[in-house]
């Protein structure tokens, strides 16, 4: 049997070295070989649970996973070979041996990952594929965790992850990207991935953990990284490590000892990291001072600031809070978005308004199955006192969560309510 340790080891070393992986041997095979490079690096980390389940996880388990990988490529192209005993097959076989090394990235984006989502945000695919695919080739991604990303059900992102690895393979000949205009025309859905991957380790779609850390740490190394190179130094980039930053921060306030969740109100402020809250506020700083266009993390930074900076839950400025929210409403208005304005809305005008405004968003939205709406719900249905409707939308919350630390947390309130 597997322990938790090791559940805990695997699916870091899934979440740090499966897109590093991939980007590395579509860098030296080409895109069209993507479905052969896939199976194969997957089949490595599916024998890998077999044999680490058993035995004791190697002492450089990165190096395993290497050799597997580069073993299984070997068959494929032998067999291929023999199949096809064309120059390009025999090429393919002869280059898969000996074992990779980390390879020397010829253009100004040096780090592997970096540079396969920047080529999986090529303008010739459509943005949805472009996000799809770096999810699914970088980060790793569940089509459980990009439909919940994206709003849409399981069996769509299947689909268009097939059609979108169909087109990378037709239209994306090699990872080399253009300098300069290449670089900062995909800068948008570089940023739009990247934080998409934050959101996903800071709050976990599935399983027993409700943060997962080295995501949400590599999320910020790879923003970071765009800094290094002068075409991709932009405010943009900088709003962004200053949210996740920001966010960042309070991870240790965010669950207590046993690993339960704590809201916002009972979070000990002292457990605040003041290091990540200073690194959030410099670049935070930075992007004020180059003057973004899209201002939409700049934006969503000044509001975990807000929270990072109050002394205590009675002094959030509440009011500021809402006013973000209003101008990022005019700047990328989005459901979502109104949907998260409700809370410091209704601490501003009252939760009788709140609740007027959450029934106007719902009929807007596709939100029957989103378990933060109900939660809001629920608790504004509690600031009433309507105690039947309040557990009434935490039964329906639990029923759509599928993070048992959320879950635990959500059956904890409505227990609170008998």
């Not at 190697?58 to 096809?84: C, E, S, Y």
């Amino acid at each position: 049997m597997k322990s938790a340790n090791q559940h805990s080891t695997l699916d870091h070393i899934f979440r740090h070295e499966y897109g590093k992986i991939i980007a590395i041997l579509v860098h030296k095979f080409g895109p069209s070989h993507l479905e052969k490079i896939e199976d194969v690096v997957q089949d490595a980390f599916l024998k890998a649970m077999k044999i680490w389940g058993y035995q004791n996880t190697p002492k450089n388990p990165t190096a395993w996973l290497l050799k597997t990988v580069n073993n299984g490529l070997i068959d494929v192209f032998r067999k291929h070979q023999k199949m096809q005993n064309t120059e390009e097959v025999q090429e393919l076989y002869k280059s898969a041996s000996p074992i990779y090394e980390e390879l020397n990235l010829q253009n100004s984006i040096q780090d592997s990952q970096l540079k396969m989502i920047f080529a999986c945000c090529n303008p010739t695919l459509s943005s949805e594929y472009q996000i799809i695919l770096s999810l699914k080739l970088i980060g790793g991604f569940s089509n459980k965790e990009i439909s919940r990303a994206l709003l849409k059900k399981e069996e769509t992102v299947a689909k268009s992850f097939t059609r979108a690895k169909q087109q990378f393979k037709e239209k994306v000949r090699t990872l080399e990207i253009p300098i300069e205009m290449g670089l900062t025309s995909r800068i948008s859905l570089v940023l739009k991935v990247i934080y998409l991957l934050f959101t996903e380790g800071y709050t976990a779609t599935t399983g027993e953990v409700i943060l997962k850390k080295d995501i949400c740490y590599e999320a910020i190394r790879l923003a970071l990284l765009m800094t290094e190179n002068e075409s991709t130094n932009v405010s943009e980039v900088h709003g962004l490590i200053s949210l996740m930053c920001f966010h960042t921060s309070r991870f240790e306030a965010r669950t207590d000892e046993e690993g339960n969740l704590v809201d916002l109100e009972h979070q000990d402020r002292g457990k605040y990291d003041q290091v990540l809250i200073r690194n959030g506020s410099y670049h935070f700083q930075i992007a004020k001072e180059k003057q973004a266009q899209n201002l939409l993390y700049f934006l969503q930074a000044a509001i975990s600031y807000q929270y990072c900076i109050a002394e205590n839950f009675q002094a959030i400025n509440w009011q500021n809070i809402l006013e973000i929210y209003d101008l990022q409403l005019k700047y990328s208005y989005s459901p979502i978005l109104r949907l998260n304005r409700v809370i410091p809305f209704y601490k501003v005008h009252g939760a009788e308004k709140g609740l007027t405004v959450l029934e106007e968003i719902f009929e807007e939205g596709d939100f029957e199955n989103r378990t933060l709406y109900y939660s809001i719900l629920a608790q504004i249905h509690q600031e009433l006192n309507n105690i039947k409707e309040a557990k009434a939308s935490y039964v329906r919350a639990i029923e759509l969560n599928k993070n048992e630390i959320q879950q635990r947390h959500l059956r904890k309130k409505l227990q609170m309510l008998s």
